[in-house]
């Protein structure tokens, strides 16, 4: 599924899928197949450059981006999946446990997980976790800290979920106490932003030694759509609500909300999954490798430190 913006690329992709499908194409068609590849990567390329921040929005957004359990799969091996919090139930829209990650080092893997077809939506609550979530998530981040184990911390969620029944059993309180347990959790935290990365939604798994976006990810006090229906009362304006958030990894790299960015494949993470399995754990190897030399006292003086500056006027 192409993006709208995307257009000229379908309409060469569409060329090319009729191309292949010649059983036995001759070497007119072979030479017509590799210079519309060589046109459709530059298009690519230039589209991709050239992204606002609505289009990047789209692009976190997509439906065949890889997602937690993507990942689990990719860059794991031994996942042993934990449930519940002990006090309510299990929310599926954050899941975690036991992991062994790159097949070399044991780690408590937790994130938001979305679904990608309604039923898998319905069951994950389309990754928007409510409280059971995110003290599943707590209880999780504490067995990590008993075994002296790191966490990794994937955030894809377009925010916690507002329903009724999630502000009666304490959603505010749950992320804060996430939020404040996370500060002083004296083992290494790693965040990484995958897709969507929304208001407290994200910031309840999202306290960490290092934070790791994607390329190609959004990271958000609110969603665009938000933020122009309470500034203009008009949701159509969400383009220009995007670009004024300034929710994109550079802007956020720039604002040192974020430590790293990580490069995705020509065309974003959903049209080649080994590449961005690559570069993601490449870039998680090299974190948990630099985190593991410091001391745990260290470790929480410096993130708490590093939250306690962001915002700071001076």
């Known amino acids: 599924m192409n993006l709208d913006f995307e257009k000229p690329v379908t309409e060469i992709e569409t060329q090319l ?15 017509r197949i590799a210079a519309l590849e060589k046109e459709r990567d530059a298009k690519l390329k230039a589209l991709y450059e050239a992204l606002t921040p609505w289009q990047t929005v789209q692009v976190a ?73 995110y003290r599943k998530a707590l209880r999780l981040m504490k067995l990590a800290e008993k075994y002296s184990l790191p966490v990794l911390s994937f955030i894809d969620t377009p925010g916690a979920f507002p329903g009724v029944d999630a502000e009666e059993r304490g959603q505010a309180e749950a992320i804060a106490r996430n939020m404040m347990e996370m500060a002083v959790l004296k083992t290494p935290i790693v965040v990484l932003i995958t897709g969507e990365g929304g ?36 949701g159509s304006k969400a383009p220009e609500a995007a670009n004024a958030l300034k929710i994109t990894a550079p802007s956020l790299k720039q604002l040192k909300v974020i430590d790293e960015i990580i490069p995705e494949p020509l065309g974003g993470a959903h049209r080649d999954y080994p590449a961005a399995m690559q ?11 630099n985190l593991g030399g410091v001391s745990v006292s260290k470790l929480v003086s410096r993130r708490y430190d590093k939250f306690a500056a962001m915002g700071r006027v001076r």
Request: charged share 20%; aromatic share 6%; glycine share 12%.
């Open 279 to 289: 570069a993601v754990g490449t870039a998680l190897t090299k974190t948990l490798k």
């Open 17 to 31: 899928a009729e191309l292949k499908a010649v059983a036995e194409p001759d070497a007119a068609t072979r030479v």
């Open 61 to 133: 957004r997509h439906q065949e981006r890889p997602m937690l359990r993507d990942f689990i799969a990719g860059l794991t091996v031994e996942f042993i999946e934990l449930h519940g919090d002990r006090l309510f139930g299990d929310d599926q829209g954050i899941i975690g446990g036991f992991a062994t990650f790159q097949n070399q080092q044991r780690v408590m893997l937790i994130g938001h997980q979305k679904g990608k077809n309604i039923d898998e939506n319905l069951r994950c609550n389309f990754g928007m976790a409510r409280p059971e979530g």
């Open 199 to 234: 208001s407290g939604g994200a910031i309840g798994i999202g306290v960490g030694d290092a934070i790791l976006m994607m390329q190609y990810a959004v990271y958000s006090v609110i969603s665009p759509e938000g933020c122009a229906s309470i500034l203009w009362r008009d």
